[in-house]
């Protein structure tokens, strides 16, 4: 059952919410804002200690002063995380890499982190699925 509810927000706000269903196709404000919630309340339920499955994929210039090497020493870091890495070589500087990963929520997060923080690294997104199984 659908129950209605009214928002206040700034205009500004509003503007970059809208472009924002534009960007992504939705037919209304209402689904756009139910995805959002769902999205925000799978994410509290990474915090946990749940095992989970995930896909990051990073783009980086591999000109970037050493960041290939860094880019591999992170992951040698979590290589218990880590099921696979493929690197393409996207065009003359990017190169994209997309890591299977496997292992707590938390510390996959860590893992797409600490990428994602490394200077030169143009995009960085995790993807997570659980498999509703819990660690202890
Ligand atoms: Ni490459």
Same mark, same amino acid.
């Given at each position: 059952?659908?129950? *209605?509810? /009214?928002?206040? $927000?700034?205009?500004?706000?509003?503007?970059?919410? &809208?472009?924002?269903?534009?960007?992504? /196709?939705?037919?209304?404000? /209402?689904?756009?804002?139910? &995805? $959002?919630?769902? %999205?925000?309340?799978?994410?509290?339920?990474?915090?946990? &200690?749940?095992?989970?499955?995930?896909?990051?994929?990073?783009?980086?210039? !591999?000109?970037?002063? %050493?960041?290939?090497?860094?880019?591999?020493?992170?992951?040698?870091?979590? !290589?218990?995380?880590?099921?696979?890495? =493929?690197?393409?070589?996207?065009?003359?500087?990017?190169?994209?890499?997309?890591?299977?990963? *496997?292992? %707590?929520?938390?510390?996959?997060?860590?893992?797409?982190? *600490?990428?994602?923080?490394? +200077?030169?690294? +143009? &995009?960085?997104?995790?993807?997570? /699925?659980? =498999?509703?199984?819990?660690? !202890?």
């Amino acid at each position: 059952m659908l129950k *209605r509810f /009214s928002i206040s $927000l700034e205009e500004e706000l509003l503007t970059i919410f &809208d472009e924002h269903i534009m960007a992504r /196709s939705y037919t209304n404000r /209402s689904e756009a804002i139910r &995805d $959002l919630i769902r %999205k925000a309340f799978i994410k509290s339920e990474w915090q946990e &200690d749940k095992l989970v499955m995930g896909v990051i994929s990073l783009v980086y210039d !591999h000109h970037q002063h %050493k960041l290939q090497e860094k880019v591999t020493l992170v992951q040698h870091d979590f !290589h218990h995380q880590i099921v696979s890495t =493929t690197h393409v070589h996207m065009d003359h500087d990017n190169c994209l890499e997309v890591i299977v990963v *496997r292992g %707590k929520a938390k510390e996959v997060q860590d893992l797409a982190n *600490r990428l994602s923080a490394l +200077r030169g690294v +143009r &995009d960085a997104n995790l993807a997570m /699925s659980t =498999t509703g199984e819990h660690l !202890h």
